[in-house]
């Protein structure tokens, strides 16, 4: 197209809605994207005891991640079922080489050094899983049959037991839930769902025993009495739930929160920065970032009930349903509702491997949108 041509395609009614599609943008998304990403920033620079330094970073993050998601937006979504084997094969590959030479931080083996950043394969696992359930299950049988569903739950677990080695089994369990979630939307029969919630009820007892560690079990029991140990084991979520609790109805006011500001609230910056959120802009800044989670997690479920494909359908649901699943973990765990597990806090929890992830994910939304509007 010469340069002149496109130009007055761009001036012309409905120019702009051709480049749009072109580019497979989808704007609702992107806004509710860019709003989470400047509160983020907002509590980040609070958190991080008003230094730029984290914000700096973040904002690079963030810049990086938009390019990603725009990137990964242009390829349909048919090529992302091709792709799901490989990228799968990948992420085990990265997980087992985790294990040998995987850098380790407080006691735990789960990142790699690539010179220039560490890079946590886990988080990838979250997006490379349901995308190969869902390319899996969409070439076969939907509803799944019982063949299907033991090799679905096999390439589940293969990458949740890796990373239970890490140890990481916050991460383990959320990648288990983003699998699974893909059964559950392909039509899983009501009988599969009832055995397998009877067969975790009485794996609880071999996890207990045989799986989690001993500060995993002192996380679950200080959850049932903090108390026991206030400078200790109980320090995370006294004072989270303090902090919670001080910010009362409108907050404190921005940069002004004493738990954060004065060091008393551990990791702020990351996996606690909801409790800052909260004592700062109070209830009603906690109620404006749900609605604008609530609003993104409709519009994924938008985009998978307008998909024309059933990977389509299967990988826009699972994202939707595990982003609410991340949510969920986070506030609860901050709460005192959870035990604690180490969940950053979707979008806004300072971080590059998590938030890389989760643009990686919106990319693959807006592809599967793209393809539904040009179908």
């Given at each position: 197209m010469h340069k002149n041509d496109f130009v007055r395609q761009l001036q012309t009614p409905g120019g702009s809605m051709k480049i749009r599609q072109a580019l497979n943008l989808d704007y609702m998304l992107t806004g509710i994207l860019i709003t989470l990403c400047a509160i983020s920033l907002l509590v980040i620079y609070s958190a991080g005891g008003q230094s730029t330094l984290y914000v700096k970073r973040q904002l690079v993050f963030i810049l990086a991640g938009f390019v990603v998601m725009g990137l990964v937006a242009q390829f349909p979504p048919r090529v992302w079922e091709r792709w799901a084997f490989l990228l799968?094969?990948?992420?085990?590959a990265s997980l087992a080489a985790v294990l040998f030479v995987g850098v380790e931080i407080n006691g735990a083996q789960r990142w790699l050094n690539l010179g220039f950043t560490r890079l946590q394969p886990s988080e990838f696992m979250k997006i490379c899983v349901p995308l190969m359930i869902a390319s899996y299950i969409a070439k076969n049988a939907i509803p799944p049959t019982f063949k299907h569903v033991v090799l679905a739950v096999l390439l589940i677990f293969l990458p949740v037991f890796l990373v239970i080695q890490q140890p990481d089994?916050?991460?383990a369990i959320l990648i288990c839930a983003s699998g699974f979630f893909v059964l559950f939307l392909a039509g899983l029969k009501r009988s599969y769902l009832i055995s397998a919630f009877v067969l975790a009820l009485a794996a609880l007892p071999s996890l207990w025993f045989f799986v989690m560690r001993d500060y995993q079990k002192q996380r679950v029991l200080t959850l049932l009495n903090p108390q026991q140990d206030k400078l200790g084991a109980g320090w995370n979520i006294i004072q989270s739930t303090t902090a919670i609790g001080s910010g009362g109805w409108s907050g404190k006011g921005w940069t002004k929160?004493?738990?954060?500001?004065?060091?008393?609230?551990?990791?702020?910056?990351?996996d606690f920065i909801i409790a800052v959120l909260a004592e700062e802009f109070g209830l009603v800044g906690v109620l404006a970032l749900c609605g604008l989670y609530l609003l993104l997690i409709g519009r994924c479920l938008f985009i998978g009930l307008n998909a024309t494909s059933m990977f389509g359908r299967l990988i826009a649901g699972s994202i939707a349903?595990?982003?609410?699943?991340?949510?969920?973990?986070?506030?609860?765990m901050v709460s005192g509702i959870l035990p604690v597990v180490g969940a950053p806090l979707p979008l806004i929890s300072y971080g590059g491997t998590a938030l890389m992830t989760l643009f990686v994910g919106f990319g693959i939304l807006m592809s599967v949108a793209g393809d539904s509007k040009k179908r």
């Open positions: 799968y094969i990948a992420g085990i089994l916050g991460t929160g004493t738990q954060s500001q004065l060091n008393f609230l551990p990791e702020s910056h990351t349903f595990t982003l609410f699943i991340f949510i969920f973990v986070n506030l609860s």
